[in-house]
């Protein structure tokens, strides 16, 4: 098994930014993609950012291009998503997810169901 634990949530303004850490630990190997999800209360499970195991493969959901960036620290198993210039929008529980795909550069997938290990999340609020 694989746990992941997410930190660095909180109150934020809108505008402002933060950085949410996730560390994997447990049976983990090489070649696993690491991506970030959000829920808000009342909404599906949205992909946010993912990351390939090279970190050559950095994708994105189009309403946080350029504003939020994913990256890992493979020695550490660890991944961090740096959010800035944060919008109420934003507001979510956010999950740490990984995965092992068809092969180390594959697409990550952007379905949830498509990942197996999950943290249990950590909570970004974003007043205006």
């Known amino acids: 098994q694989v746990q992941l634990a997410e930190s660095g949530g909180g109150l934020v303004q809108a505008g402002g930014s933060l950085r949410l850490s996730c560390t994997a630990s447990?049976?983990?190997?090489?070649?696993?993609?690491m991506g970030w999800f959000r829920q808000a209360p009342g909404k599906e499970r949205e992909f946010v950012a993912a990351i390939n195991w090279f970190s050559d493969g950095t994708y994105y959901r189009d309403s946080v291009k350029g504003r939020f960036t994913i990256s890992r620290e493979n020695a550490k198993d660890t991944t961090d998503l740096l959010m800035s210039n944060l919008e109420p929008a934003a507001a979510a529980l956010y999950y740490c997810?990984?995965?092992?795909?068809?092969?180390?550069?594959?697409?990550?997938?952007?379905?949830?169901?498509?990942?197996?290990?999950w943290g249990p999340g950590t909570q970004v609020t974003v007043s205006s």
């Open positions: 997810a990984t995965e092992w795909f068809a092969s180390m550069r594959a697409t990550p997938s952007r379905i949830p169901q498509a990942w197996r290990y």
């Open positions: 447990g049976r983990t190997r090489s070649g696993n993609a």
